[in-house]
């Protein structure tokens, strides 16, 4: 009985410390999102607004340069504030993991407007603590990524659910698929898919996280998270 009671104990503490962890490592990601907004968007506001001015001084005859490096800085803006949408995750803790995952689907969708999103979002997520919402909206983000780089799909599959005390993600895609043990090769080298983060991200909530594909066959990714 004793060693039971320590056994649990451990887990206990190893998933607190996992919880500090994973609480550490968003509240970085948001400390670096409001020194990209307050630091680099702001000098990009002042440089378009310089622009803009100097369209006015120049001959005609060189506007349309002016407006072509308009029309990059405006690209480089939207691509940053796509970034600190990801990197904040505004949703998670208020609307839930549900709206987060949404929110993902919407802004994949806007760079993938070939590859179709379907949404079976079995749960709202926001009765799940906000280390676990976290983690299920940045693997969905991951895999999502991993899509849009590699996969060639036509569609992607986003799923959210809960059972057995379980907050379970899953995100599948009809794509070329891979040779997962090359992958994990290809990890150990440095030039992997971004799987490995997948099951750290599970692994440091005491969950666990799985990819399974084979070449032709499509990728899904199906990752387990204790509530």
């Keep these: ?14 998933a607190e410390v996992a919880r500090r962890l994973a609480g550490s490592r968003e509240a970085e990601r ?12 702001q ?13 006015t001084l120049v001959p005609e005859a060189e506007r349309a340069e002016v407006s072509t490096v308009r029309s990059t800085l405006d690209e ?52 799940w603590p906000v280390e676990v919402q976290h983690a299920a909206t940045r693997i969905v983000q991951e895999a999502l990524a991993n899509v849009g780089r590699h996969a060639q799909a036509a569609t992607v599959t986003l799923r959210l659910g809960e059972r057995g005390g379980m907050a379970e993600v899953e995100v599948a895609d009809d794509g070329c698929g891979f ?37 032709g066959t499509g990728t899904r990714v199906r990752a387990w998270l204790p509530l």
């Design 1 to 14: 009985w004793v060693s039971v009671r320590r056994s649990e104990r451990r887990r206990a503490d190893a």
């Design 30 to 41: 948001i400390r670096l999102a409001r020194e990209l907004h307050d630091g680099t968007m």
């Design 43 to 55: 000098h990009l506001y002042r440089v378009g607004h310089d622009l803009d001015r100097l369209a």
């Design 76 to 127: 480089a803006s939207d691509e940053l504030r796509s970034v600190l949408a990801d990197i904040r995750l505004p949703h998670v803790g208020t609307f839930g993991a549900a709206a987060a995952v949404r929110a993902a689907a919407e802004r994949f969708q806007r760079t993938a407007p070939d590859v179709e999103v379907v949404l079976a979002l079995d749960a709202d997520g926001r009765r």
């Design 179 to 215: 040779d997962t043990h090359i992958s994990d090769v290809a990890h150990v080298r440095g030039d992997h898919f971004g799987l490995a983060g997948l099951r750290e991200r599970a692994d440091a909530l005491g969950g666990r996280a799985e990819v399974t594909s084979t070449p």
